[in-house]
């Protein structure tokens, strides 16, 4: 590979990562969704509340949890296919950035927020 290729060939793989990252967010939103649906389906109110209260009890809570769990627990498979698949392409890239000298790392958006890559986080000086 010529070294004017190398960024454009980082681009891609980030892309792809980005992607896959994507794909983790959308399944882990939707199967939360999906638990809440389910628990308000299952645990009806029969008691009202005013508006300002809120009708989510912490059994509810509970009941939103073990929900979750079974659908994590079924759709385990595909999550950790994909985590796999977000870390190879991760090492691909950091390896990438290795051995072309490339020291600017993109920062990296997750449902949480911007992350600070590895180099990020490693070096610097922490001032108080």
């Not at 999906?34 to 508006?51: D, G, M, N, V, W």
């Not at 079924?74 to 950035?97: K, N, P, V």
């Not at 990020?120 to 108080?128: A, D, F, L, T």
Request: some cysteine; proline content about 2%; overall charge positive.
């Amino acid at each position: 590979m010529r070294i004017s290729d190398v960024p454009a060939a980082l681009d891609r793989m980030e892309v792809s990562a980005a992607e896959t990252r994507a794909c983790l967010d959308a399944i882990d939103r939707r199967l939360r969704q999906q638990a809440e649906a389910e628990t308000i389906i299952h645990r009806p109110k029969s008691r009202y509340f005013h508006r300002q209260m809120s009708r989510w009890t912490g059994s509810d809570e509970r009941e939103y949890q073990r929900i979750l769990a079974a659908l994590m627990e079924r759709a385990g498979a595909e999550i950790d296919r994909l985590c796999r698949r977000l870390a190879r392409q991760q090492a691909a890239i950091l390896a990438m950035r290795r051995k072309y000298r490339v020291n600017e790392a993109r920062p990296q958006a997750s449902s949480r927020g911007w992350q600070a890559t590895e180099e990020e986080e490693g070096g610097g000086v922490r001032g108080g």
